[in-house]
């Protein structure tokens, strides 16, 4: 599991088990990888999740 490291430093590896891919409306959208399920869609911005694993 990723850790939040000292404040400032920001996070310490990835986020397990999740990964995130562009929706053809430009948003970004979180995987869980042992399901296939869609956890969240980031509709505030267009911008990538944070330290979560780009599908291909």
């Known amino acids: 599991m990723a850790k939040n490291g000292q ?4 996070r ?9 891919f562009e929706t053809p409306s430009g948003h970004y959208a979180k995987r869980d990888s042992d399901t296939g399920r ?3 869609v980031k509709t505030s911005s267009k911008t990538p999740f944070k ?3 780009k599908e291909k």
């Open 51 to 53: 330290g979560v694993t």
């Open 12 to 20: 310490v590896g990835a986020v397990k088990n999740r990964t995130q």
């Open 7 to 10: 404040a400032g430093n920001g």
């Open 38 to 40: 869609i956890m969240d």
